[in-house]
């Protein structure tokens, strides 16, 4: 008896001997990479998932669920530009510390930024981009590399089929103009809307792009308002739904306005005053304060940064950490194990249940559908 | 429906106008094309904004608090113009024309980051002072603020064309602008001179920025950068250096981006293209642009 609880003394002793020098310069180090729009125009939900992602790692740390190596956060910015965001990836690839990387935020970013970690074996998780090409292009002959693109938010396909659907089933809508913002993102929601509407008997009198910078859409709103559409569909982001919604307004037009869910984020009310009243918006997924499963994220959010206002895809961002690191958690700090054991993954987190299709993209397709009433965006159904 | 798009047009244009006569006048004394005017724009912007939502301004009547919030962003724009001409160009001076224009863009970045860091990331909302009334005639509809602007950008403009025609010190542009060296033999101040074309480029720059504030209701830290490069076309339209070249080819482009946007199907797609175009068709048959007069080179 006596020898044994010695051995088991001595045991722990080397242990801790050996986790203290553990600590030393040689620690391994093993990275997760922040792929997201820290600064330019969506700077705000990119910041917000990061912050998100930097709460996850927080509360993983005091559990010492990774004694083995030492896990850090390694944020990029992509300022939502395709071009950087390829710059940005070939950066991350080429660090053999990194394991995984969340992002990106933008689709027109994450597709060919995809490429380059597909190339590498990284493992990617999007916590936002949205169209369906992103997972799509891996289907396709000429991809080579393994499948290593998973999303947690759903796709625009759903998106645009569900807003074609609203529009014509219950508001008996049938005369719609398009407008979107030539992203990828803008354009592609934009384009599923129309399909959906116009399979369902309705009629698309314009389909039009705009450059948002330009900030001046008077001169296209007020061709639209001569069409006299039943209503206006605009897909992009909130830089240039809130100006598209004030300025149409503005010119006189009264046709019902739905936007995709870019603009759910507190800036398009800012930029829209009181134009925005009446509008419609679906978002995918459901946010988090109406998410019963992500409530007590929402109270960790908020008691770890007080007074910053909560955007629309934290809780994706925070979903996606935690994926990754409840796979670590079995298989190891290895790109190829990570990525063997995403496709199998059964995860219950905040979003509720997490499975990926083939393809990589969640089986949870939820859309909730918002309208702007009193300064606030109301959920309908 | 061309005359509704033509007020459009209008409206933009003067916009553009405004801009485009900070680069005209800074290219005509010194041959430098300014790339932190677009920044001015944004300062004007911006000041005049945080004034109107300060308590001082919000207790006057909408009309007095328009024209002092105006007023101010004209004032802080005149002022950064000002500084940016005597800490970055004017030590520059005698260095080339390559060294100035990197230090012009050197100064548009500091000043957009640091809005960026030190007032905001996001978009600021631009306080509606009044109701916008909309007017119509023959068909036409017209707002309160689309009259504003155009009667600001159009008195500002013909107050210029005075200023550099009839006066003493506009005669002094002129002449810095046609040769500083002989207009310093004359006893012109050439230093104060190019100051003062600065000055008054900053101050349309900052009204511009005002206006185009008040117009999109939003105002951010790189609201300049497009606008400004419209400008910067605009003026290279007009005939670069020629203060009527700026002010027509501001209309000018404004006009054919809403007729282009306005008038064809997927014009908004096209108008850029379709802009861009006339003004290289423009370049090819006159490359001193519309309204700018051939100068040989000086050898």
Redesign the interface.
Known sequence: MRGVTMRTLVGILAAGLLSAGGCGPQEKVVRIALALPL?G?I??LGQGIKRACELALEEAHPKNRFPAFRLEIKAFDDRSDPKEAVDVANRIVSDPRVVAVIGHFNSGCSIPAAQVYARGGLPMISPAASNPKLTLQQLDPGWKYPKSVFRVNTTDDIQGAYAGDFAVKNLKLSRACIIHD?SAYGQGVAEEFRKRFEANGGRTL??????V????????L??LR?LSPQMIYFGGDY?GG??VV??AR???EKAAIMLSEANLDP?FL??A?PAAEGCYLTFLGSPSDLTPTAQSFVEAYKARYPGVEMRAYDHYGYEAMNIVLSVMEKSGPDRARILAALPGLRYQGVLGETRFDEKGDTLNKKITLFRVKDGKFQPLR | MILQQLVNGLTLGSLYALIALGYTMVYGVLLMINFAHSEILMAGAFASCLLLGSPWLQSNSPGVAIVLAMLGGLLISALLALLMERLAYRPLRRAGRLAPLISAIGVSIFLQNAVFLFISDQSLAYPQIFPIRHFETVGVEINSLQLLILGVAVGLMITLHLFVNRTRLGTAIRATAQDASTASLMGIPVNGIIALTFLIGGALGGVAGALNGMYYGTIKYNMGFVPGLKAFTAAVLGGIGNIAGAMWGGFILGILESLAAGLLPNGSDWKDVIAFSILIIVLLFRPEGLFGRHVPDKV
Not at chain 1, 206 to 211: A, H, L
Request: proline fraction near 0%; hydrophobic fraction near 35%.
């Open positions: 600064t125009d700077a705000a030539k314009s389909f039009d792009g705009i450059s910078a330009d900030k001046d859409f008077n001169a296209l007020t061709r001569d830089a809130g100006l004030r300025q503005g010119v006189g800036e800012r930029v005053g």
